[in-house]
């Protein structure tokens, strides 16, 4: 849940709570009667009214102003056989619920181990497993990253 959504959602409640009586009265019947508090159970219908009205607020303007902009990264390991890569992974090839996100891109090019006479398949295993080790590093780093190949 997004911060704008943890904050509005207690004070959306508190001012539902407010509105109906019956759920107010029971829930600082128990509050006074576990805390021993001593709380007016008659609160004027006015602040409920005023909470939820905050709440939605709050809760609108976190989502206008937010535009689907994700915490983490994106990252992305693009695989290129004999044929290089010319240009760097757009933003629009993403997809739209990841474009706000840094994005970070692994290429992978082992055409140096399997090509002009060369064989070296322990080298280009050995390449995969250091990859393997960053991205592991990363996620542990940023648990909210999103990988795609």
């Not at 709440?55 to 044929?83: C, E, N, Y």
């Not at 970070?104 to 398949?121: I, K």
Request: aromatic letters at 8%.
């Amino acid at each position: 849940m997004p911060l704008h959504g943890k904050i509005a959602l207690p004070i959306v409640l508190v001012g539902v709570v407010l509105l109906s009586p019956g759920w107010k009265d029971a829930a600082l019947a128990y509050v006074n009667r576990t805390y021993g508090l001593g709380l007016s159970l008659n609160a004027p219908w006015w602040v409920g009214a005023a909470c939820v009205l905050l709440g939605g607020t709050i809760v609108l303007i976190g989502h206008l102003t937010s535009s689907g902009k994700f915490a983490g990264q994106f990252v992305a390991i693009r695989h290129q056989s004999f044929r290089p890569l010319t240009t760097p992974l757009p933003p629009g090839a993403l997809p739209r619920m990841m474009r706000g996100r840094k994005v970070v891109t692994y290429d992978c090019d082992q055409s140096n181990f399997l090509s002009l006479g060369a064989f070296d398949p322990v080298g280009a295993i050995r390449q995969q497993q250091r990859m393997i080790t960053e991205l592991t590093g990363i996620l542990k780093a940023d648990s909210s990253s999103a990988l795609g190949y």
